[in-house]
């Protein structure tokens, strides 16, 4: 991974986070992306597939891109929109879905080297169980490992970015934190796997957002950052720095740190609370940019180098709070 990133950050939303400002018969992707547009701080955006983008509609997707001027970063895998895969999609018993699930997501893939994107994100929601004696856990394991793996062999040029949650909508997930995810990725052992953090999973997974970023960094890639925030007992998808704006800042010193020089995507549901999402997204740009500049004076900070080697909380509290909210 580079040491170096550019100092301009790109920045991408949630798609339908902006579905509340249309009415019902434009809620496409074409009219979305316009509104993606329209915010006019955001570079890229992800689309779900095969909800937002498939063979279906691939042209006219291309098409609304090249017209709005928004670069696509990725696709994320979406098996939840069927019910075959209620119990699983890697980890289906039924070997004809287990089959369905990989074969769209290699699909994906395609789709993903069409357009011109560079990854894939699983977030695999469904694969995981609701009880005890519910699965075997390691068939369940090594399912979804060659299932993986199939998926990022199908071609070597596309990243596959596995993205961990502890729950939802099982209530327990087979990825659920940091360092299984990053156990997965080393048994895959691919050069195209690698890891997206998202800050409120890390949160719900009583894991601290810096400190996820620099194992991902050290054992893995880090391919993808969801940014937003929350109480850490569901993925509240609340606007960046609202409840952490600490966690915030020292989760973008670690970024400058490792080198990461990705999208901000920013995971974010505006539309659960009746709030304008083209404006919720401004004040995401904004809060982001804000908290990143004083996390580009503290990493410079010798004081608080050397606190930080002394382990001494008390003046490194200190010193984050005079960068975050003046003398």
């Not at 980890?91 to 994906?108: L, M």
């Not at 360092?179 to 949160?203: C, I, M, Y």
Request: proline share 5%.
């Amino acid at each position: 991974m580079s040491a170096v990133r550019s100092n301009r950050q790109r920045y991408a939303a949630r798609l339908n986070a902006f579905k509340a400002a249309l009415p019902p018969d434009r809620r496409d992707v074409p009219h979305l992306l316009e509104l993606v547009a329209r915010v006019g701080t955001l570079d890229a955006a992800d689309l779900n597939f095969p909800d937002h983008v498939s063979a279906v509609n691939e042209a006219a997707v291309r098409a609304a891109l090249a017209a709005s001027g928004v670069r696509l970063n990725g696709l994320a895998m979406r098996h939840y929109g069927e019910p075959d895969f209620a119990i699983g999609a890697f980890t289906n018993p039924d070997p004809a879905i287990r089959r369905k699930a990989i074969d769209q997501a290699r699909e994906a893939i395609d789709t993903c080297a069409r357009l011109g994107a560079r990854q894939l994100t699983l977030w695999m929601g469904q694969d995981g169980f609701d009880y005890a004696f519910q699965v075997d856990y390691a068939r369940a394991w090594d399912d979804t490992i060659s299932a993986m793996a199939e998926v990022a062999d199908h071609n070597r040029e596309i990243d596959v970015a596995i993205e961990c949650k502890p729950n939802d909508p099982r209530a327990y997930s087979l990825m659920p934190d940091v360092g299984l995810t990053l156990l997965a990725s080393k048994e895959l052992d691919r050069p195209n796997v690698g890891v997206t953090l998202d800050f409120a999973h890390v949160l719900q997974a009583d894991e601290m957002p810096a400190h996820a970023a620099s194992l991902v960094a050290r054992h893995s890639r880090l391919l993808g950052v969801h940014l937003n925030d929350g109480y850490g007992k569901r993925d509240d998808g609340l606007m960046v720095g609202t409840v952490h704006p600490v966690a915030t800042v020292e989760l973008f010193v670690e970024l400058d740190r490792v080198g990461y020089d990705g999208v901000i995507y920013f995971d974010t549901f505006p539309d659960l609370s009746g709030l304008n999402p083209v404006e919720e997204v401004r004040t995401n740009v904004q809060m982001a940019e804000r908290l990143r500049a004083v996390a580009g004076k503290l990493r410079a900070n010798r004081d608080l180098a050397a606190a930080i080697a002394r382990q001494d909380a008390a003046l490194s509290q200190r010193i984050v709070a005079r960068a975050l909210y003046g003398e």
